[in-house]
């Protein structure tokens, strides 16, 4: 075991940006830094994020297009089927509504799009309704990239959503292997990696990140880090535990913003070159310290998170301004 204070930073930063990948004590160590060191941990990690990123932040926006009827029993999610949250319930939104929600998304100063479904995976009328979907999006708003949360996907169905114009796929890991069946027993781990694989095979770009404070140790958060990290995940969203009323997690309230923002730093750290996004919970986790999430991260979400609040884009383009950051461009 090595402590934070036997990592020289500037070495750390160097190697990172030379393509070594930090050792496993190592990531542990910058899990476990003394919230006093957390600001030279924070301008470490920021340099690394600079050299991909430099100061632009991309801004996200998800539309929850099947909302509360999905089979599966994930403890934090407030759509499964063992949820009693009090939550919206609806099949899919029609074809109308998914583009009235990029074009909501635009004016939202978004550059990525994000239907989410509620469901195992798609079936034939599920994936002829959003490719319908994707192609009427691609062409009103080409310059608005476009993801898909539906669950378990083959490798042909990620192929026909790839010609209809989708350009992304979010499947989130969400833990580690070994933390998985404590969070969700009707797929595994493993379903997870394959449709990250599948997407891959299919020459879309993969999202897939995971939730912190579901009560996991520290060793599952670097576990995930470097799965994220060994996958090649273009996009990794980083999402904080809020816990909801009527879950299994409802009642799980283990996080602080300076854990929140030392995991951040993991994940940039070890994946110095892809998107890392600030994701769901972030206003309850992080308050005051939000900002300091893109030393780490280049893009965040606003308008909310599927079935809870979040802030507007104006409320968190002034907080990354403040920050001494830049929003980009919207499509
Ligand atoms: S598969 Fe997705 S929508 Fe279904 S319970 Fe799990 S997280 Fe919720």
């Not at 989130?172 to 997407?199: A, G, Q, W």
């Not at 060994?230 to 809020?242: D, G, K, T």
């Amino acid at each position: 075991m090595i402590s934070f204070e036997q990592i020289d930073l500037d070495q750390l930063v160097a190697g990172i940006l030379a393509g070594c990948e930090i050792d496993r004590e190592t990531a542990s160590a910058i899990l476990s830094c003394p919230d006093d060191r957390l600001p030279d941990l924070l301008n470490a990690t920021r340099r690394v994020r600079e050299a991909a990123f430099g100061r632009r932040v991309k801004i996200c926006v998800l539309r929850n297009a099947q909302s509360g009827i999905c089979p599966e029993d994930c403890g934090y999610c407030s759509q499964s089927r063992v949820s009693k949250a009090d939550i919206p319930v609806y099949k899919m939104q029609p074809i109308a509504a998914l583009v009235e929600g990029a074009r909501v998304a635009v004016d939202s100063g978004a550059r990525r799009y994000c239907m989410v479904c509620s469901m195992r995976g798609p079936a034939r009328p599920d994936l002829d309704h959003l490719s319908e979907a994707c192609d009427r999006i691609r062409g009103e708003f080409p310059g608005l990239e476009l993801c898909l949360s539906i669950g378990i996907l083959e490798r042909e169905h990620a192929l026909e959503l790839k010609d209809a114009g989708a350009g992304w796929i979010n499947h989130n890991l969400n833990t580690s292997r070994r933390f998985y069946p404590r969070i969700c027993s009707t797929h595994t781990y493993d379903d997870r990696v394959r449709t990250i694989e599948n997407v891959r095979a299919a020459g879309l770009s993969t999202c897939s990140g995971g939730i912190i404070g579901m009560g996991e140790g520290d060793a599952d958060i670097v576990d995930l880090a470097y799965a994220t990290r060994r996958l090649e995940i273009n996009s990794v969203p980083v999402n904080f535990l809020a816990p909801i009323k009527g879950t299994p997690l409802g009642g799980m309230n283990s996080l602080t913003p300076e854990k929140c923002l030392k995991a951040a730093c993991l994940f940039r750290l070890l994946n110095p070159k892809s998107e890392v996004r600030a994701a769901g919970g972030r206003e309850l986790n992080l308050g005051a310290r939000q900002g300091d999430l893109f030393n780490a991260v280049n893009s965040i979400f606003v308008n909310g998170y599927l079935t809870t609040a979040g802030w507007d884009y104006a409320r968190t383009r002034e907080m990354i301004e403040r920050a001494g950051f830049e929003p980009e461009t919207a499509a």
